[in-house]
């Protein structure tokens, strides 16, 4: 749900300021309104691709021109429908161009695909200077709709546009497609494990942004009348990017405060008599807190927000009892009933050059049971994991679920399949919230009680937390949650008690023990933990230089000589 007193606040303040500023400020006053809110809807552009894909777009002001070329030749041919419609229209012209200027960020990223974002916006430029934009040579300027007309009326009409783009991009933002943006921000590979298509998710971010620069263009034009190619320049795609990358316009607070920033301030600073050299100091003192903080303003002070109100929930609630049984002897779970592979791996074969890190693994799931998968460092079981998963491009033998293979199947692919995995570095977007997060991890509808059913299975802190207050060990929690909130066939677990004292790790592989029956979802676990996988697992695979040394019930298996060799050196010291 949309936070109804923010956006009441937010529509209050929209109707006082058409109120206001066409009636009570100087005409001057109300041309840089304008500025400022066209510019505001500009940068929401990059509040999708920068701000929420995380992706360095320095062309959006070319897709602004060619919303404005599309409305401006509308109105040259007289065509139907109004400037309203054209303005749509030319959004709608952007979106192609933002897919393809979109296609590279599939394979390079960062500083490369910045690179080549710029090369289209230097390209744009040298279109523009040697073609003027449709009406200039015939003089014909923009015919502005009937009510909004004068410039108080079309002010309104921005601030308008402006809201509704706010309010369609919140809603679409709590969407599994927007929220996969923030994944994507933060680790590729977590998304992809998430069942998300990135390329998907990219390319809908490019044209998003695209079509929100398309109508800021369009808007620009019904200002000027008639616009030229400096209006669009590379150096205002740059010039924007950097306040982006400072405020963080992904909300309707901060595009709003960069569109003042980036239009107006040096206008502001001159009819308040300080100098201009002001504005550069702002600007320095900001890079320098954004980059300390690695966060935008915005996002500072909504997550300081956030966080108070977390804490005091947390304050709020009763401290939960401490699980005295900690101490009572584990009993290893008993053996899958099922008969039933969920997973299959036949063969396994992974090389480097001449290092060969898995030789010939074979390895089986049964449907509800935990298999554990042990080894010392280097023995080749994050391989493993990465390979069954498709994380690895090339590998030799099959890999099967519940009978149906995998080998050509993209990770998001083996993962909507029924093939969830974990990760040993847990990387999780600090906005969300848990409750968001399992939303991502769920792909599917996931009512509130069944969340709160997840969390407090697995001793996570309450739905409505920011991921950003939660300790590395809960962080952990909450990503197995995600996994087993999508309900796969099969989860593999790398190494999930990762940050959690030996207590912690009991009860963890207690509960893991109890995930088959009570939530339908076959596990392999990789562990270094010897008590967990002894209370996790009822059958325990032990990988060695990329071998299989022993395999079978656990208790046989952690007692075998070879296993012990393999850990310490020794057959003559039990495991755990």
């Not at 109804?4 to 041309?31: D, E, F, M, Q, T």
């Not at 080549?116 to 230097?122: D, K, S």
């Not at 950003?468 to 999508?486: E, K």
């Amino acid at each position: 749900m949309l936070d109804k007193r923010s956006w009441g606040i937010a529509l209050a303040a929209a109707v006082a300021a058409c109120v206001i500023v066409p009636n009570l400020l100087p005409s001057y006053w109300v041309y840089l309104a304008i500025t400022a809110v066209v510019s505001s809807v500009i940068m929401q552009s990059y509040g999708v691709i920068v701000g929420r894909a995380g992706v360095m777009s320095l062309c959006q002001m070319s897709f602004a021109a060619i919303g404005a070329w599309v409305v401006l030749r509308l109105n040259l041919a007289d065509a139907p429908g109004g400037f309203i419609v054209w303005l749509v229209l030319g959004g709608l012209a952007a979106v192609p161009i933002g897919v393809a200027i979109g296609l590279p960020a599939l394979r390079i990223r960062g500083v490369n695909l910045a690179v080549v974002t710029f090369g289209f916006a230097v390209s744009m430029d040298i279109v523009l200077n040697a073609n003027q934009f449709p009406g200039t040579s015939e003089l014909k300027t923009l015919t502005r709709p009937g009510l909004f007309h004068t410039n108080g009326g079309y002010f309104v009409l921005v601030v308008i546009v402006f809201m509704v783009l706010a309010l369609g991009l919140a809603l679409f933002n709590r969407t599994r497609l927007g929220m996969s943006w923030l994944e994507i921000r933060y680790s590729e590979r977590a998304a992809a494990a998430h069942g998300i298509s990135v390329a998907r998710s990219k390319l809908a971010a490019f044209a998003i942004s695209a079509f929100i620069a398309g109508i800021g263009g369009g808007l620009m034009a019904g200002q000027l009348g008639l616009v030229v190619s400096s209006n669009f320049s590379m150096g205002q795609s740059l010039a924007l990017f950097a306040v982006a990358i400072l405020i963080g316009p992904h909300n309707p607070e901060g595009a709003f405060m960069g569109g003042i920033f980036g239009a107006v301030m040096a206008t502001i600073l001159e009819k308040l008599k300080l100098p201009q050299d002001l504005g550069g100091i702002l600007f320095g003192l900001s890079a320098i807190f954004a980059l300390r903080s690695g966060v935008s303003q915005t996002d500072f002070t909504r997550a300081r927000k956030r966080e108070a109100a977390a804490r005091k929930l947390l304050e709020s609630l009763p401290d939960k009892p401490k699980d005295s049984g900690l101490a009572a002897p584990l009993v290893p779970p008993p053996a899958p009933a099922s008969d039933k592979a969920a997973l299959s791996v036949r063969g396994l074969t992974v090389k480097y050059g001449e290092v060969v890190a898995l030789d010939g693994i074979d390895l089986t799931v049964p449907s509800g049971g935990v298999v554990g998968l042990i080894g010392p460092n280097g023995a080749g079981k994050s391989t493993f994991i990465a390979a069954v998963s498709g994380f690895l491009h090339s590998y030799e033998g099959t890999v099967e679920l519940e009978g149906r293979s995998l080998d050509k199947l993209t990770p998001s692919a083996r993962a909507s399949s029924g093939l969830r995995r974990t990760f040993q570095t847990t990387v999780i977007a600090p906005e969300l919230t848990q409750y968001e997060y399992l939303a991502i991890g769920a792909n599917r509808k996931l009512s509130k009680e069944e969340a709160d059913d997840l969390l407090d299975f697995f001793g996570c802190p309450p739905g409505e937390v920011p991921v950003s207050i939660v300790d590395v060990g809960s962080r952990r929690l909450l990503d197995v949650a995600a996994a087993i909130a999508a309900k796969p066939k099969v989860a593999l677990l790398d190494e999930p008690a990762a940050g959690q004292s030996a207590a912690e790790s009991l009860k963890l592989g207690r509960r893991l023990a109890e995930v088959p029956s009570r939530y339908g979802v076959s596990i392999l676990l990789v562990e270094h933990d010897m008590e967990l996988v002894r209370a996790a697992c009822a059958q325990v695979t032990v990988l060695d230089f990329g071998h299989v040394i022993a395999s079978g019930s656990t208790q046989e298996v952690l007692d075998n000589p070879a296993v012990m060799a393999a850990y310490l050196g020794t057959a003559d010291v039990p495991l755990g």
